[in-house]
């Protein structure tokens, strides 16, 4: 059932992330990222799948390029998170980790990144974001969770 | 030490949904494009549902202020030409631009004596210009700042207003009272006053122009001893819930300056008031 809410949530996130322009933070990388720190590997294999797939609809000549980015960061953060007992930091180097995957993928496929200042903001915005986004995420869906 | 993954058949499952993905992005574009089309349309669907429906009300608050403005100006012209219609002068044409504004402020105690309009000088809006509403007038302007005005509405104790029984054409002064009505003042005893009479703006002043709709009468009440017969109007507008006026903007003219100015209190002196910077 917490797996579904996550997957509800990662939809709205979409939602709100497909009318922003590209300054704004990567709202769905940072939601699979939470999601991910406290579900099992198929399950953020699975919520990255998904949340990908409703990004590469809004650009379908790309199909795959989020799917795969997403759901790879989903399982990585997933299997990687138990490296690091309670180390906040880890969130952090987790998203830097993932905005990489996902702008050198872009960047292989010819899906065309944003504009150098662009994507220099949005990721500082996302780095800057993911903490409370972590403690957002884990009061909202996973009370009484520790990450890690 | 990292436990040896893909081994266990959920790990295997995730390596299935990335290796679905990157065999997508490799399909022939045609058949992605196609492919993809139904999920497309079902996963975007809420946001094709919030971009209409947000066009949507944009058009349909364009249109009902296009509307509000079209029926300022239709009540206008409407009461001038029942004026007219049951007056034995003429009325003379007059033309006239409104200026929609929204009451972005009242005063504190009342919410009704006072507006704060965010039209000013810079949008033509000048001091002693009378605001109306489609309902009817709603009190006159009586400071301008560049981009707000102050409105002194037809029920602040200090408004006196000009007025007329459209039907029987008896003259009067309207103030307001303590009740949110307006008393018609020196209207003789022997007038001809009834219930659900229109009342209308006389021209008597240098504010408002003749023939404005203002109010309709309600009572009037059995005073033997009164030296006037006291006439009780509801006003049409109701200024404790206005939320957008529009200021007439009059070209100087005879039918303005010819008139007596002694029932009606005169525009008040132009007042400049600070502007507010923008977002507040």
């Known amino acids: 059932m917490r797996t579904f809410v996550a997957l509800a949530l990662l939809y709205l996130v979409f939602l709100v992330q497909a009318g922003a322009n590209q300054w704004w933070p990567d709202l769905v990388l940072l939601g699979v990222i939470m999601v991910s720190l406290h579900e099992s590997r198929i399950a953020s294999a699975l919520a990255g799948a998904f949340a990908g797939l409703c990004l590469d609809m809004t650009n379908p000549a790309f199909t795959g390029t989020h799917l795969a980015t997403l759901a790879a960061t989903g399982y990585g953060v997933a299997v990687l998170r138990t490296l690091f007992y309670r180390a906040r930091w880890a969130t952090l180097l987790f998203t830097a980790m993932a905005l990489s995957l996902k702008w050198a993928a872009l960047a292989l496929v010819g899906a065309g990144l944003p504009g150098l200042p662009a994507l220099v903001v949005s990721s500082a915005l996302t780095l800057l974001l993911a903490p409370l986004a972590e403690l957002s995420v884990a009061r909202l869906l996973y009370p009484g969770w520790q990450t890690a | ?280």
């Open chain 2, 1 to 280: 030490m990292l436990r040896p993954i893909a081994t266990a058949w959920h790990d295997r499952a995730a390596w299935l949904v990335i290796l679905m993905g990157l065999i997508l992005v490799f399909f022939p574009h045609k058949l992605r494009i196609t492919a993809m089309q139904p999920l497309q349309v079902a996963l975007l669907a809420p946001l094709r549902l919030g971009t209409t429906v947000s066009r949507s009300l944009r058009d349909a608050r364009t249109e009902n202020e296009r509307l509000s403005l079209l029926a300022a100006r239709l009540a206008v012209a409407n009461a001038r030409l029942e004026s007219a219609g049951q007056g034995t002068a003429e009325a003379p044409p007059v033309s006239f631009e409104l200026i929609g504004a929204p009451v972005i402020g009242r005063d504190v105690a009342t919410f009704e004596h006072w507006l704060i309009i965010s039209r000013g000088s810079l949008n033509g809006v000048k001091p002693g210009a009378p605001v109306i509403t489609p309902d009817g007038v709603c009190g006159k302007v009586v400071a301008a700042g560049p981009h707000q005005s102050l409105v002194q509405t037809l029920l602040a104790p200090e408004s006196r207003i000009a007025v007329i029984n459209l039907r029987s054409r008896v003259p009067a002064l309207a103030r307001p009272d303590r009740s949110g009505r307006l008393i018609l003042e020196y209207a003789p005893k022997e007038s001809d006053f009834k219930p659900g009479d229109t009342v209308v703006t006389a021209g008597l002043g240098t504010v408002f122009p003749k023939g404005l709709r203002l109010g309709e009468v309600t009572s009037i009440p059995d005073r033997p001893d009164a030296l006037f017969k006291p006439v009780a109007v509801r006003p049409f507008a109701d200024v404790s819930r206005v939320e957008r006026v529009f200021v007439v903007s009059l070209p100087p003219g005879p039918q303005l300056d010819t008139g007596s100015v002694w029932l009606e209190n005169t525009a008040a002196p132009e007042v400049t008031i600070p502007d507010q910077p923008a977002g507040q």
